[in-house]
Nanobody
Framework: QLQLVESGGGLVQPGGSLRLSCAAS????????IGWFRQAPGKEREGVSC????????YYADSVKGRFTISRDNANNTVTLQMNSLKPDDTGVYYC??????????????????WGKGTLVTVSS
């Protein structure tokens, strides 16, 4: 059983940056594609970014392209989402998720096998 724990969320001003981390345990992370998803109050969960098991493929939602960067360190069993130029619309609970197939991560909302509990990101003045 793969367990995922997110960290790095918090309050940041518009234009600021945050780095989210996803730490895995129980199983090795290098067998899985990893995605970041977010959910704002009253809205559906949406996909933010995905990375394949070997980091050969990445995906970014149009709303974050050019501002967010996903990366992974399989040796340390972690995945990172670097978020720059943050906007109020980026506010929400960010979830890390793992799945066998990269293409399932790209789907709206994500079709993944394992989910973390989330970390709250608030972008506000």
């Amino acid at each position: 059983q793969l367990q995922l724990v997110e960290s790095g969320g918090g309050l940041v001003q518009p234009g600021g940056s945050l780095r989210l981390s996803c730490a895995a345990s129980g199983l090795t992370l290098d067998d899985y594609a990893i995605g970041w998803f977010r959910q704002a109050p009253g809205k559906e969960r949406e996909g933010v970014s995905c990375i394949s098991s070997s980091a050969g493929n990445t995906y970014y939602a149009d709303s974050v392209k050019g501002r967010f960067t996903i990366s992974r360190d399989n040796a340390n069993n972690t995945v990172t989402l670097q978020m720059n130029s943050l906007k109020p619309d980026d506010t929400g609970v960010y979830y890390c998720a793992a799945g066998v197939l990269f293409r399932r991560c790209v789907r709206s909302g994500g079709v993944m096998d394992y989910w973390g509990k989330g970390t709250l990101v608030t972008v506000s003045s």
